[in-house]
Structure formats: C-alpha cells, structure tokens
C-alpha cells in the first residue's frame, strides 16, 4: 500500500509540475509573449484573465468526477492542457491565442482540485498536509526547473518553444495517468449513481438544481468562508506576480534568461513553504497554519513598496509574500478537503474557481495599476484582500474534528 501510494505520489507531482509550469509561464514572461503576438502588456493580462476565468468550470466537474471518477477527469483535463499550450505556439493572432487560453484554462481547473481530491480519497486526514504538500512541491518545482528552462528556450529560441515541449509532456502525462488505480468506492457506485439522480434532476427546477449544487449542508458557513479565501489569497498574490516580469523589466532592463533565474529563486522559496507544510502543518494544524501563512503575506504586503531599491532587494520583496502564500494556499488544500467530505470534488472545485477568479481579477488590477502607480499601485489592494482573508480565518472558519 505504502509502494502504491509513494508511486501515486511521484506520478502526480510529474503530471502537476507540467500544469505548473504551463499556468505559471505568463507570470515572468507575459510581456516577451506579448511581444511576440504583437500585443500590449494589458491585453496579455486580458488574456490571463481569460484563461483564469475558466476556473468558474471547477465545481461542475469536481461535481462530475465526485460522481464518474477523478482520475478520468484528471486524464482529460492534461489532454485539454497540453492542447491548449500548442494550440497557443501555433496561433499567430489575438483570437486563436485567446481560445488556447480558454483551453488551457479549462483543462489546468479540470487537474488540479480532482488529483487533490483523489488523493485526499487515499490519504488518511491526519497526514493529508504531508501528502497533499508533497504533491504541491509541483509548484516549486515549476519555478526552479520548469520557468528557468524556459528562460532559457527563449533566449535559446523562441517563445514558442516551451510551449511545444509542456504541450507535448502534457499529453504523454494522459496515457501515464491511466495507470494510476481507480477509485473503489466511485467505479463500484458510479452506474448506480447516475441512474437513481437523472429521473430526479429531470424532475427539478433549473433553480432548484442552483441550489442544490451549493448547498453545502450544516458546515455550510465555514467551508464558504474557506472558498472565499482561497479566492482572496491567490488575488492578493497574483495581483503582484502577474506583472513582476513587466517591472523588473522596466526598472531594472532584465531579459528573458534573468527572469528565468530569479523564477527559480521564487520556485526554491515556494519548494520551502510546500517541505514546511509536509512536516510540520499536521501537527501544528491546518487552520492554524493558514492563518500563519497570511500573516506573512500581510508583513510582504506592507513592507513590499519600501524594498523596491535595487534589483535583489525587489526580488526579496517579492519572495517574503509568496513565501507565506504558498504556506497558507497548500495548508487550506487540506483544511478544505474535510470542509464537506462527502463533495469533497465539488468543495476543491469551488476553491479552485474562487483561485481562479482572484487570478482573473488579478490579470485586470495588476497590469493597469502598476503602469498607472508603479510598485505602489499594487500594494494597497493586495493588503486590503489579505486582511479580509484574516479576518474569514479568524471569525468565520473552523477545522472539523477528525480521527485518522
């Protein structure tokens, strides 16, 4: 069992450092990308937007795989990645990119929650802040290999080039993932599932199913509260990443093969906070060390416009906030999967989708406030969203009580 699961584990941090890398690539690179479309930075965060804003998908097919299984969703959804990433190389103008975008987008909020909510499935709550951090050291790893390499492609090449890989790695990554074991408990009441709900939903108002999709039973209030911040932290943070690429360019004259580099200095930070969190977050307690994470990110937040006094001290900036957000965003993964375990599916979809639409607020505030403000522009807002995530931690949330 302890085989299986190590090999379940390394297989999706694979499959997760591809849909990393691909989600993360815009971040230091969206002005180079712009370049090469022929477009400007704020139609590029547009675009970003976009691709963020498919994340409203999320629920419905954590919904969908609650009932049909995860893994098939899961091996879908890196076909609809690795498509949309070469679809995005091939395009030459605005509309054909803004539809890779899309599927791209669908295919990334298609992953992520349903490989948490497998996993969640197979791992006891006790130890599901080490799993699932496991899992999520993906996201650095994105950064110290996956964004440095295409650093690199792009000075090499073109900016196509890391697309063609990512898209490419992204559909083998499909037929690997058919060798992951299915999920007992769905395949065996799958059939039966679908049969009894159909002649129910047909008979129910299109209201009514609204309703009944977000009832979230009698932890209704803390697990809301939980989606929202997942919402407000990923905004708090986006709002600034999305366009450090652009201000360290403009401020400082780095190219593609330096952004590359202080990528992986971002990705050895995150590869910090996701190791913290599988060692230490089980014992310290989910809700307790998302609480700490967004506190951090509130003292980034703070100090973030006084660094901007040379190159490295903007990097360090940048590097304290995301330090406590990559903390707080893998700690919740956790304190989330138990909010309503039995839609654990649709709960993760429904963070993912609150993530996805900070993201996409994100790719609208970041951009224009920086050209009209600079650095100072992006400050207040992220703070204001951090504090307000605080403040749901604090009075609203609660971490339920479960044995093993």
Do not use: C
């Given at each position: 069992m302890i085989k299986r699961l190590r090999y379940i584990l390394i297989l999706s941090v694979m499959a997760k450092f591809l849909v990393d890398t691909a989600t993360q690539i815009f971040n230091p690179f969206l002005v180079i990308i712009g370049s090469g479309l022929g477009i400007s930075v704020v139609a590029m965060g547009r675009l970003v937007a976009l691709r963020s804003l498919m994340g409203v998908a999320a629920p419905l097919l954590g919904s969908l795989a609650d009932r049909i299984g995860y893994r098939l969703v899961m091996r879908i959804a890196l076909v609809l990645t690795g498509s949309g990433m070469i679809l995005g190389a091939l395009s030459g103008n605005y509309i054909v990119f803004g539809v890779s975008m899309a599927i791209g987008g669908i295919g990334a909020i298609g992953f992520t929650p349903n490989l948490h909510a497998y996993l969640s499935s197979r791992l006891p709550y006790a130890k599901r802040a080490m799993g699932l951090g496991i899992v999520e050291y993906s996201w650095a790893l994105a950064g110290i290999v996956g964004l440095f390499a295409a650093g690199m492609l792009i000075d090499a090449f073109t900016w196509k080039t890391p697309f063609y890989i990512l898209g490419g790695g992204l559909i083998l990554m499909a037929l690997f993932f058919g060798l992951l074991p299915c999920e007992k408990a769905e395949t065996e009441q799958t059939a039966e599932r679908v049969i009894k709900g159909k002649s129910k939903q047909e008979r129910r108002s299109l209201y009514r199913?609204?309703?009944?999709?977000?009832?979230?039973?009698?932890?209704?209030?803390?697990?809301?509260?939980?989606?929202?911040?997942?919402?407000?932290?990923?905004?708090?943070?986006?709002?600034?990443?999305?366009?450090?690429?652009?201000?360290?360019?403009?401020?400082?004259?780095?190219?593609?093969?330096?952004?590359?580099?202080?990528?992986?200095?971002?990705?050895?930070?995150?590869?910090?906070?996701?190791?913290?969190?599988?060692?230490?977050?089980?014992?310290?307690?989910?809700?307790?060390?998302?609480?700490?994470?967004?506190?951090?990110?509130?003292?980034?937040?703070?100090?973030?416009?006084?660094?901007?006094?040379?190159?490295?001290?903007?990097?360090?900036?940048?590097?304290?906030?995301?330090?406590?957000?990559?903390?707080?965003?893998?700690?919740?993964?956790?304190?989330?999967?138990?909010?309503?375990?039995?839609?654990?599916?649709?709960?993760?979809?429904l963070g993912t989708t609150f993530a996805f639409v900070g993201t996409s607020l994100a790719g609208l505030t970041g951009p224009a406030a920086f050209l009209k403000h600079g650095v100072w522009g992006l400050s207040p807002v992220s703070l204001a969203a951090t504090t307000v995530a605080l403040l749901l931690l604090a009075f609203l949330i609660r971490e339920r009580s479960v044995q093993g």
């Open positions: 199913q609204i309703l009944l999709f977000l009832d979230l039973g009698a932890n209704a209030k803390s697990a809301w509260a939980d989606i929202l911040v997942s919402g407000l932290v990923m905004f708090a943070m986006m709002n600034v990443i999305i366009i450090h690429g652009g201000w360290l360019e403009a401020e400082y004259g780095t190219g593609p093969a330096t952004l590359g580099l202080i990528s992986l200095i971002f990705g050895i930070s995150d590869l910090s906070a996701s190791m913290t969190v599988s060692l230490f977050v089980d014992r310290i307690g989910k809700r307790r060390s998302v609480i700490i994470g967004v506190l951090i990110m509130l003292f980034g937040f703070i100090s973030f416009p006084f660094l901007n006094r040379g190159l490295i001290p903007a990097v360090i900036s940048i590097v304290i906030p995301r330090i406590g957000f990559e903390f707080a965003i893998v700690s919740n993964f956790s304190l989330l999967s138990e909010q309503v375990p039995e839609n654990r599916g649709k709960i993760l979809g």
